[in-house]
């Protein structure tokens, strides 16, 4: 049965063999920047213990009633100046793919950018191949802009620009919170 999560700060603590394994498994990976790169534990302390020097915030992705680890999500590339940021996610915990858990990572994610930290707009990028996240991404309130090819190795591929402004995301968070009330607190 699906449950509500909450994200709360991924820690050193967290880095255990489970986590290493999702950064290294190419389904999980496939449309992340990680690509197929291998990480080792010490790559993934370094991450977090770099991070908020680089700006950016990392969440472990926590189910409310088990208590499951089952992924984590970030905001980076934060610009006060223009008030924008991005993010991204990853669910490492197959059993938990499907169902509202992707679309509950980006909406709370969202929540923190737009209410917290009084950002005005979230961009971002897809692949065009990625429908679930593509779907998922429009469920969630986000726009898709347009299509560029970016060269990624030896592949081309395409991505979609993506965009949500916080004005579009209220709106949508209050539909979201009306229809799923179970997964999506709205302030």
Request: proline share 1%; net charge positive.
């Amino acid at each position: 049965m699906q449950e509500k999560i909450y994200l709360r700060d991924l820690n050193l603590s967290d880095i255990n063999q489970r986590y290493i394994s999702w950064v290294n498994d190419p389904i999980v990976t496939e449309y992340l920047e990680i690509g197929k790169k291998k990480l080792r534990y010490n790559d993934l302390v370094t991450y977090i213990k770099d991070s908020h020097k680089k700006g950016r915030h990392n969440y472990a992705v926590i189910t409310k009633n088990t208590k499951h680890h089952i992924g984590n999500g970030s905001i980076y590339e934060i610009d006060s100046k223009k008030k924008k940021f991005k993010i991204g996610w990853l669910i490492g915990e197959k059993k938990f793919w499907g169902g509202h858990y992707s679309s509950m990572i980006i909406f709370y994610l969202l929540k923190i950018g737009f209410i917290e930290m009084k950002l005005e707009k979230c961009t971002g990028g897809v692949n065009e191949k990625h429908i679930k996240a593509r779907m998922t991404n429009k469920f969630s309130g986000y726009r898709e802009i347009e299509k560029h090819k970016i060269q990624i190795g030896k592949k081309k591929i395409t991505t979609i620009k993506i965009e949500i402004t916080k004005k579009d995301w209220l709106i949508h968070a209050k539909l979201l919170h009306r229809q799923f009330p179970k997964f999506y607190n709205f302030l």
